[in-house]
């Protein structure tokens, strides 16, 4: 019996046949909602802490590299495999307990993230990180991409809510700490499983705001709609939702809905919440003043339904976008809120001369953009369309922006790592690495360049 | 000339002698608001960034330790020279800019935590953490220890507001970081210095409240009132404000004053604020029917006078403390709110056991509780107070909660790490402070034990 075969007997050992994929079935963790990876050495499907433990150890006798892995809806292959690896999928690890009396949850890492808020919501409580997956995502998938979501510029990311952490390590000890020095548990925020296995966390809830209002404001120009963002947040305006789509976008979202969207322009959506109905609406009046002022022409929703009804037009990019092309790669920048009309327009020429369709959307109050790059790998290069995401990144580093404003780092953008961070730094981040993975076991190939 | 004097000359060339302190001023430099160190081999006074990594390279030249130092008023001893080290105060590097379109602040590491919501005031917005040295504590020790203070139940700790961090490592490279993955200034957020020397902060403003609203009440067992506490944090109540005082610090505050505090009650203030002046006194109101129903005597403040006045017998623990015995040893521990009822009862036991005044009061919001031991030095055993310290502090780890509440390990506290943190946590630690400070230059003998 050859080592590889000893080592998938001491799997199937461990976990039983049940939590140990072969082929076919573990094709299926070959990619995430954007890239594939390579074929994985196993596919195992922990139930517990201990056995998370037993296959760190298993994989470090026999130098397996681990790929932590929640429902792979992530959009920067932070979950895809390389090479010979096993890929660790946290879905059967789903137990999730609620304290209303706190106020917090702990969660495994399989919870999804709608889950959490459902089982909160009977509580009058809510879990605010809301990425567009949020249904299918994980918590784990979360906390290692630090996700984001159009809630996030009122509310904050997933890092904002989590109290505590327990994780396993490279050599296989478990860890449950608070967030106090040093804080492991927020440096493993965002570090897409490269220096530990989530197994557990504690979470924050917070109350369900009684009202909401929300309305849209279409702008002739996407400089008029940054400013106007700008100007109404200057003003003291804190919006749960504040999402762009450029004109681009809006005549796809058009096309494939005939919702009588103003066609070429550039759309705001906004929701404000709040506890007293009243300041609710006048936050939203301050939007509506000032998208206004900026030569918008404004839509308020008079009740719930029409709001949702407004909402249909963001939640309808994707599929929208599907129809155009029938693959895109969803970049992910984010750039000081003042910069973000010559960031679009400079991506928008990128795109023209490229010869490749590019739409933007985004949460732009946190100055989050979403420049889309649409294209058929039939007749179109998948080189030439990193070689224009790469171009889009640079953009964003040039306006003093950052590479990823949610999705994380990942395979896609680890090359782009050496342009966004200075030499010292990554050196100091390999020295991090280093110290909590020697063996460089946990996730390589990701983040790190 | 010998190595020290060689090095003191280079230091003299560098910062030029009014920024290199020596005796006798540099006495001053051996302690914080709480211990004595040793007496430092000098004290530096940087100006700029550059001086700190020059000053870091020095340093390293000579195998001189670095002890970083804002105002000096911590309560772990975390700013105090151990054996011959270099203190590096920060008191003259206060730059300070507002962007208030952004409503974020960029400090350096000497400006004080007044001075941020002073600036920011005019623009209507204020920076919360508000530690009780906040007029003279600096932004850098409040990052260095995570501080915290009364309005952090609602609003949230120093670490909460950092949106970038600039440092000088142990190298004396300069980092300037967002807190994306890795988050190293996250990490860096209360590691007392132990892991890099903070140059520049940028940190969130938030709007001010326009309402705020006060009560007062005396519950005749310090049971009820924690239950009140979480029966009305249950039911939906976020006070800005909710500080409490066991009866034996009532007694103090009452014969300092005079103010009519019902004497042997313990004591709740809170305070409510939003912009809706309604929900203001709503929420309050929440809060003064939970405390009747649990017994209490409650007086509500009739205007913005009279809850000054109110606040006043929080404020005057201090004052009124010190007409008891001279020296104090303040506790720092923060418990689940449950367990507080009976965690005041064996805190006060071992008091009445060491045969030592123990008073308590603190934020009883967050389960953070300052147990305080009253001493005279010239007759009672500082060996046994320490020795009481200690006990306080396995009270806390008994219920479940954590060693330091907002002030920090420092070197007070650093020897308890290793019953409040498991062996392999703790060498995850040392790996992440080896990682960025292999030589161990940056503030020895804090934090990790």
Redesign the interface.
């Known amino acids: 019996m050859g080592v590889w075969e000893a080592a998938k007997e001491e799997l199937r050992r461990l976990l039983g046949f049940r939590a140990l994929l072969s082929r076919p079935e573990k094709e299926v963790y070959r990619y995430d909602a954007i890239l594939v990876g390579e074929e994985p050495f196993a596919v195992a499907l922990p139930r517990t802490r201990e056995e998370v433990q037993a296959l760190v150890r298993l994989a470090r006798r026999y130098g397996l590299p681990l790929v932590p892995r929640g429902a792979g809806s992530g959009l920067s292959g932070g979950s895809v495999p390389l090479g010979e690896a096993i890929v660790v999928a946290f879905t059967r690890m789903d137990r999730l307990a609620l304290d ?4 917090t949850a702990w969660a495994e890492p399989g919870v999804t993230t709608a889950r959490l808020s459902e089982a909160a919501r009977p509580f ?1 409580l809510f879990y605010p990180p809301d990425p567009a997956s949020y249904r299918t995502s994980t918590l784990g998938g979360n906390l290692g991409e ?1 996700a984001g979501g159009p809630l996030c510029f009122k509310y904050g990311v997933t ?2 809510y989590l109290l505590a952490l327990e994780f396993v ?1 490279a ?1 296989g ?3 449950l ?8 548990p ?2 493993l ?4 499983g490269t ?1 530990g296995l989530i197994t557990g966390a504690r979470v924050r809830l917070v ?1 369900i705001p009684q009202h909401r209002a929300t309305l849209m404001a279409a702008f002739p120009e996407v400089e008029a709609l940054a400013e106007a963002v ?1 100007r109404a ?2 003003l ?1 305006a ?1 919006p749960a939702r504040l999402e762009f789509l450029d004109p681009a976008c809006v005549d796809a979202v058009e096309d494939y809905l005939a919702m009588g969207l103003p066609r070429g322009h550039a759309l705001l959506l906004v929701e404000t919440d709040g ?2 109905a ?2 609710v609406q006048e936050e939203l009046s301050l939007l509506e003043e000032t998208a206004k002022a900026h030569g918008a022409k404004v839509r308020r929703a008079q009740d719930e339904k029409e709001a949702e009804a407004l909402w249909r037009a963001r939640r309808a990019v994707s599929p929208a976008l599907g129809r155009i092309r029938p693959k895109r790669v969803n970049e992910d920048i984010a750039v ?3 910069t973000l009309p010559e960031v679009v327009r400079e991506i928008r020429a990128l795109g023209e001369a490229y010869g490749l369709i590019v739409v933007q959307f985004g949460h732009i109050g946190d100055g989050n953009l979403h420049p889309n790059i649409l294209f058929d790998p039939r007749w179109e290069s998948e080189e030439k369309v990193w070689d224009l995401a790469h171009a889009i990144a640079r953009v964003a580093l040039r306006h003093g922006g ?3 404003g949610e999705h ?2 990942g395979l896609m953008k680890r090359k782009f790592m050496a342009e966004a ?2 030499g ?2 990554l050196e ?2 390999r ?6 993975d020697p063996e460089g076991l946990l996730n390589p190939g990701k ?1 790190l360049p």
């Open positions: 209303p009396a706190t106020r009058g630090n890092g904002d390590d050599f000890e478990a860890h700490l608070e967030r106090k020095a040093y804080d492991l927020g440096l925020v965002g570090a897409e220096l109350p700008s947040v200057a003291g804190v506890d007293d009243e300041l000081p809120r003042s950052v590479l990823s994380g780092i961070v200075d010292e730094t100091a981040f020295q991090a690495k280093a110290a909590l983040l």
